[in-house]
């Protein structure tokens, strides 16, 4: 498999982990989102994704999957041995109302492209830091609300985990405080420490910039 992704993109780092929990071999394919106006605006690039973002997994039949729940459910299907979800049928559900509130409801309130668009409507810089400050901490407090006591957001490591640590990366960028949300600071301390997570860490990446 090929993975098209760029080091500090939220959506990528959420297949990264689940490719690693998953144990599944692929390709980084680095798309830089900053360089010479953004690699995902290239004629080449948009001719396999036309909506120019990342992530983009190419599979090993050579069929293109974009966005990255698409991409996750296709994970889970196709390769089942090592399940992201449990086979509670309530349990499940927990795990996708999480995934929900930070695919839904936070990450896309603080992508690159909107706040460029906040930007482009000359809103000051103070106000676009206080817009993602505000998206962030309202969606991470309905999930410390919803999240267990002991372990990984519901115990086992599951899907709900692989999108909340890229959410908590992004938080500590736009230095949003989590100091208010300790279950959440505990998963983020026992995924730092998980090899899947650590592999899949930005830090991590080739294309990060040294």
């Known amino acids: 498999m090929d993975l098209f992704t760029y080091y500090r993109s939220t959506s990528s780092y959420r297949v990264r982990i689940a490719l690693a929990l998953k144990g599944l071999p692929y390709e980084a394919i680095p798309v830089n989102l900053i360089k ?3 690699e995902h605006r290239r004629s080449d690039y948009l001719a ?3 909506q120019g973002r ?5 599979t090993d039949e050579d069929t293109l999957i974009p966005q990255s729940p698409a991409i996750l459910e296709y994970l889970e299907e196709r390769y089942p041995e090592t399940p992201l979800l449990p086979e509670d049928i309530l349990a499940r559900a927990r795990h996708r109302s999480v995934a929900a509130i930070i695919g839904c409801d936070i990450h896309p309130l603080h992508n690159v492209s909107v706040l460029n668009r906040l930007r482009q409507l000359n809103i000051a810089e103070a106000d676009v830091s206080a817009w993602i400050a505000h998206w962030i901490s309202e969606g991470l407090s309905a999930v410390e609300a919803l999240i267990g006591d002991k372990g990984f957001c519901f115990g086992e490591v599951g899907l709900a985990d692989v999108y909340l640590l890229p959410q908590l990366y992004a938080a500590h960028r ?3 405080s989590l100091e208010s ?4 600071a505990r998963i983020e301390r026992l995924a730092l420490e998980h090899p899947a997570f650590q592999q899949a860490h930005p830090d991590a990446q080739a294309d990060r910039p040294l």
Not at 54 to 58: A, H, K, T, Y
Not at 181 to 184: D, G
């Open 54 to 58: 990342v992530p983009l997994l190419r």
């Open 174 to 176: 736009f230095n949003v």
């Open 36 to 38: 010479d106006g953004g």
């Open 181 to 184: 949300l300790p279950r959440i």
């Open 48 to 50: 396999l994704n036309p």
